[in-house]
């Protein structure tokens, strides 16, 4: 029952630093997205993804750049850190989209802590 | 366009009393609603959802949410909270659409505390 599985759970990086956060999900899920939780703003939207080779931008998409060569794995990364991206970052994902199944509910991983000095 | 406002980011209720937490959405589409949790170090996990039918909706450990259409409404009641019910729960609306990639929109969150 791995689920949505994030890695790393933590990690620092200096400005202007590059890194991608991995996420893989074992549930053949079509949809998978990146959100970055911020203290008093909820989860905003970064990117998403209906299928493999197809990815949209969400609310907050700049700095990031994500893509999806598989189903199980969508990968977010930073190509310059700025400390405006210390954030948690979750990964989530849904049931296939036209499958009929529960529209919009999610299975989240554990979450990615990021620090940008 | 949809947004999710939850009124007041801390609620805090003693072992035994009802709580309620309050979610107001706005949405030019009818919507789907959630609520999810959130404990900490963790991940969010759905608590339970509003799709079509009933309006009363029944969810994990004893919550319950009441899709309010006149209200635009979906608020969270549990009517005994336990120390356990500590954690971070987030209101969210989803358009039901047709061909919608499931985009949700998150409140900012309400933090609930459990005094013993």
């Known amino acids: 029952n791995a689920g949505v599985t994030q890695t790393p759970k933590f990690q620092v990086l200096k400005t202007g630093q590059s890194m991608t956060l991995q996420c893989a999900q074992d549930?053949?899920?079509?949809?998978m997205s990146w959100y970055r939780q911020d203290p008093g703003m909820g989860l905003r939207l970064i990117h998403y993804?209906?299928?493999?080779?197809?990815?949209d931008q969400g609310e907050v998409p700049n700095g990031y750049n994500v893509s999806r060569s598989t189903t199980e794995d969508f990968p977010l990364r930073l190509l310059s850190a700025a400390p405006s991206q210390t954030s948690v970052y979750f990964c989530?994902?849904?049931?296939?989209?036209?499958?009929?199944?529960?529209?919009?509910?999610?299975?989240f991983g554990e979450g990615s802590r990021l620090t940008v000095l | 366009a949809q947004s999710v406002t939850q009124l007041g980011s801390h609620v805090s209720v003693s072992e035994g009393a009802l709580v309620l937490l309050r979610c107001n959405y706005s949405?030019?589409?009818?919507?789907?609603l959630f609520w999810y949790v959130q404990y900490p170090n963790q991940g969010l996990q759905l608590l339970l959802k509003?799709?079509?039918?009933?309006?009363l909706v029944k969810g994990i450990n004893g919550f319950e949410a009441e899709f309010k259409k006149s209200e635009t409404s979906f608020h969270l009641t549990k009517p005994s909270a336990h120390m356990s019910d500590a954690a971070e729960y987030f209101c969210?609306?989803?358009?039901?659409?047709?061909?919608?990639?499931?985009?949700?929109?998150f409140g900012s969150g309400t933090q609930l505390t459990v005094l013993p």
């Open positions: 989530a994902s849904s049931y296939p989209t036209g499958a009929g199944g529960p529209r919009g509910e999610l299975f």
């Open positions: 549930m053949n899920h079509e949809y």
């Open positions: 993804s209906v299928g493999a080779g197809i990815t």
């Open positions: 949405s030019s589409v009818p919507p789907y």
């Open positions: 509003y799709t079509t039918g009933a309006t």
């Open positions: 969210a609306v989803s358009p039901l659409r047709a061909g919608s990639a499931r985009q949700l929109t």
